[in-house]
């Protein structure tokens, strides 16, 4: 089955302690993004991957450091994380074919992310 | 700056009537705009996309419309159901040096009450 898998999905951490969440797709997609949602602001773009080694900002890059070493896998890293960073985070994947993005974005079950 | 304009921010309507939500774009250069549904603590799952020479596309009750030269796009429910009750998100690709960048509307909330 076709899926974007997120781990975990729902975490309650402090304030400054270093966490990943995880992301993983099972389709070969170049493209992966993460997103989180806040009420009242929608869905926003924290970073994007084109493709392996390749990676660049969203709109929100601030607190936020990825890494795309392999095809399937795209975490998300906060260094040290701050209550603002307080919300639900979607991972999401997309097929390059042909070099355009024209296919629909796969996304996982969202992250839940709660800092005290 | 890309902006996504959705309306209304949230609707209520009976099961059985019909819909509109409307999706307003300034992203240039455009590539294409894809209409999302989001059910509550779920990701969202595509419905449609509207490439820069389509007019209109149906998928079942959902039918969207894309006016290019206009920048909007609406998205009509026909027959509603319970089951349509959702956050509805329009997103919108950039071309260029913008391609691998998404701009999300906020989301139309829709209620459908039986």
């Known amino acids: 089955e076709a899926q974007v898998t997120q781990n975990p999905r729902y975490l309650i951490t402090v304030t400054g302690k270093k966490l990943t969440v995880t992301c993983s797709q099972n389709?070969?997609?170049?493209?992966m993004s993460w997103y989180r949602q806040d009420p009242g602001l929608g869905l926003r773009q924290i970073y994007y991957?084109?493709?392996?080694?390749?990676?660049d900002k969203g709109d929100v890059p601030e607190g936020y450091k990825v890494s795309r070493k392999e095809k399937r896998n795209f975490p998300l890293i906060l260094e040290s994380p701050s209550p603002n960073q307080t919300s639900l985070y979607f991972c999401?994947?997309?097929?390059?074919?042909?070099?355009?993005?024209?296919?629909?974005?796969?996304f996982g079950e969202g992250s839940r992310l709660t800092v005290l | 700056k890309n902006q996504v304009e959705q309306s209304p921010q949230s609707l209520i309507i009976l099961e059985g009537k019909n819909c509109t939500l409307q999706?307003?774009?300034?992203?240039?250069?455009?590539?294409?705009l894809r209409w999302y549904k989001q059910d509550t603590g779920r990701g969202p799952v595509s419905l449609t996309i509207?490439?820069?020479?389509?007019n209109t596309k149906s998928n079942g009750r959902y039918t969207a419309t894309l006016d290019a030269d206009t920048k909007q796009s609406s998205l009509h429910i026909t027959a509603s159901q319970l089951s349509d009750s959702a956050s509805y998100i329009c997103?919108?690709?950039?071309?260029?040096?913008?391609?691998?960048?998404?701009?999300f509307g906020q989301g139309t909330i829709l209620t459908v009450h039986p």
């Open positions: 509207m490439t820069f020479s389509e």
């Open positions: 991957s084109m493709n392996v080694e390749v990676t």
């Open positions: 999706c307003n774009y300034t992203v240039s250069p455009f590539s294409n």
């Open positions: 997103v919108v690709r950039g071309g260029g040096t913008s391609y691998g960048k998404l701009t």
């Open positions: 999401a994947s997309i097929s390059l074919a042909g070099g355009l993005l024209t296919g629909e974005l796969f």
């Open positions: 389709m070969n997609h170049e493209y």
